[in-house]
């Protein structure tokens, strides 16, 4: 029997990968989201409460989208305040939905094929992130077509353009929410966005670096109180229009 021969010649040395560091880190992406994040809350927070003026009559309504567009004249001209805060927005939202799709593949390509078993109601409300989100962004451009520009077929029949802005707002979002199939839409959203704002608002608190026990549980009590009051404040309208409380 022959001895058995040593091996003499060392396998070859792998051949040293350079990893260069990405473009954007998690950690920025992360305070991007976070940051963005609270811009859209801050944003819907307010809009929540300026469309409950609809309970307070037409002429309320009317008045405020007036003062919408003439916020701080003269020294700013007719709608420039206005315009100010859709392009806060419109860069808020390309800079949202890019580095939550990079974290997104990122996370996707970390896990490799292993998936998390556990579902409560916060798993699924993170795994559901992506879907929310896109719903949401369908939503806002029906919304933007129905209530700002009045394109049909998102807006009704009866959207008034010409006084849209001065003394049909109220007219043209009851028009709109006299159709059931919208309101069921509206509806529809109002719960994605209340289940996107509650694991966006907790994703920021973990992201501020919060980890004592007691703080993370007033987080999480705070984060779902904004994210129901937004949902009943919303929702509320569109079920108003249709048993006829706001006519
Ligand atoms: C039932 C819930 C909602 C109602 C009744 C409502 C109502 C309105 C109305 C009446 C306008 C037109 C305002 C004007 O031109 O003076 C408007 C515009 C707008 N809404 Fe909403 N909204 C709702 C939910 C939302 C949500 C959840 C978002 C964000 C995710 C949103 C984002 C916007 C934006 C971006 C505009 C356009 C503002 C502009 O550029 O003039 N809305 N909404």
Redesign the pocket.
Same mark, same amino acid.
């Given at each position: 029997m022959s001895a058995p021969t040593r091996a003499t010649a060392r396998p070859p040395a792998p051949a040293a990968v350079i990893r260069r560091p990405p473009r954007v880190s998690n950690v920025t992406a992360r305070v991007v989201m976070a940051g963005t994040g609270t811009v859209?809350t801050l944003?819907?927070v307010v809009?929540?409460v300026g $469309?409950l003026k609809?309970y307070l009559g037409r002429e309320h309504f009317d008045d405020y989208?007036h003062w919408?567009r003439t916020l701080l004249e003269p020294l700013m001209p007719y709608e420039g305040v206005?315009w100010v805060l859709?392009v806060v927005?419109a860069v808020s939202l390309v800079a949202h939905l890019g580095c939550g799709a990079l974290l997104w593949r990122r996370a996707r390509r970390a896990r490799g094929p292993f998936r998390r078993r556990r579902l409560g109601w916060r798993t699924f409300s993170a795994r559901t992130m992506p879907v929310t989100g896109i719903v949401?962004l369908l939503?806002?451009v029906f919304?933007?077509l129905d209530?700002?520009t009045g394109t049909a077929p998102a807006a009704s029949s009866g959207y008034d353009r010409e006084t +849209? +802005?001065t003394s049909a +707002?109220y007219e $043209?979002?009851v028009a709109s929410f006299d159709r059931p199939a919208v309101s069921a839409f509206?509806l529809l959203?109002?719960a994605v966005?209340g289940l996107h704002l509650l694991h966006g608002l907790w994703s920021v608190v973990n992201d501020l670096g919060v980890t004592g026990q007691r703080s993370r549980q007033v987080a999480a009590v705070a984060g779902g109180t904004v994210a129901g009051l937004v949902f009943l404040g $919303?929702?509320s309208?569109?079920v108003a229009v249709l048993v006829g409380v706001v006519s």
């Open positions: 859209f944003f819907v809009h929540m $469309n609809v989208a919408l206005l859709r927005l949401l939503f806002l919304h933007v209530l700002t +849209a +802005a +707002a $043209n979002l509206y959203a109002m966005l $919303n929702a309208i569109p």
